[in-house]
């Protein structure tokens, strides 16, 4: 369901929650411990002041800081920390990192994996504190031939937050009790907690949107809606009607489990614009109302029972058949499950091919609605030689006749054959391959080639951009 953002689909979490909240005086990092590189998930304000970057600068960047190394930064120390990251390991160390504007910093760096609750580690968590005041100071190219003694000085005045920490303390905040923040923050391994999720109370009749049932039910409605998308454009394009008691019977299922989906829709949580699980029943019921309602309701609707049925006008099957495709609009959802998987190379590979497919099988069922509408003239009633589909049926030994007695033309290829003569047309153009066996004669099916060459073109270009923009990251 749409009004959540990208990513905030789990619980709220207490442990995370504060340590932002209550760590304005601390600098620290959290990082994915799921994924190659530990992207940076989440930086406090703390470590933007210290190290001059923003926000969105350190966001999906390395855990180790790699993107802060510099000349002087020691090459044992980045293979150390390279490896307390791959053997999941808690650990500190003295570093020399670069700020934003490539000002030299000696941080105190400590690591700590954050486990589950299976033992599993899923998050780093990397606090920093400026030490430099203790370090010998750092002679770069800003500050050769001066004395030690203006170094220190630049040192000292760089270092506010450290002369902050050097100022004299009342013997009450010497003493004071240290609070479990504190002791996380020390990364303590005897302490330091569990990322454990947190599931919010729900009214009994209220489902978690990230529940294994609604998980496992979201996947089932992914998968019907591909067949949907195959199957309505086929059937609107080629005017079949269900005969068939088993496609009867199968689409009707559909139907129902499409009907279900709504009444759950109506009882399960979403995300918030703030991030926040919503539960309330009410708030359900008005957002989905609001959203997806009107077209989970139109792509539930019965069609193919009311086409099964002989004596239903032909301009009613067709209104009802033209209907269907608001289906397709569910394909939104589908581009908001597969989202998350955009991550994995392999699984973009796999998308990209099955979308390449679905588009050729859409232009396939157009590219056969043009050469049907075109192939015999209603007002004459003559058959147009130039089209393809009577091209078609003469190369392959099935042509045209005309029954006289009826006053029709009958004859030509089976529906099979034309749907993959229309499939192969669209593939090889889309692939700007053409083989020209299969090629357009009247002028609307030109006009339609070129449009279907520029998608297949511009397809072909984003392709190509998107494996660029990968390669380089």
Known sequence: MPGGKRGLVAPQNTFLENIVRR???SSFLLGNAQIVDWPVVYSNDGFCKLSGYHRADVMQKSSTCSFMYGELTDKKTIEKVRQTFDNYESNCFEVLLYKKNRTPVWFYMQIAPIRNEHEKVV?????FKDITLFKQPIEDDSTKGWTKFARLTRALTNSRSVLQQLTPMNKTEVVHKHSRLAEVLQLGSDILP???????????????HYCAFKTTWD???LILTFYTAIMVPYNVSFKTKQNNIAWLVLDSVVDVIFLVDIVLNFHTTFVGPGGEVISDPKLIRMNYLKTWFVID???????DIINAFENVDEGISSLFSSLKVVRLLRLGRVARKLDHYLEYGAAVLVLLVCVFGLVAHWLACIWYSIGDYEVIDEVTNTIQIDSWLYQLALSIGTPYRYNTSAGIWEGGPSKDSLYVSSLYFTMTSLTTIGFGNIAPTTDVEKMFSVAMMMVGYAEAKMHKFYFQVEACS
């Not at 998050?123 to 606090?127: K, Q, S």
């Not at 309701?297 to 069609?303: E, Q």
Request: net charge neutral; aromatic share 12%; with cysteine.
């Open 219 to 221: 996947w089932v409605i």
């Open 23 to 25: 760590s304005s005086e």
């Open 297 to 303: 309701l139109l792509s539930c609707l019965p069609y």
């Open 123 to 127: 998050l780093f968590l990397c606090t």
């Open 194 to 208: 569990q990322y454990k999720q947190e599931a919010p109370k729900t009214p009994p009749h209220i489902i978690l």
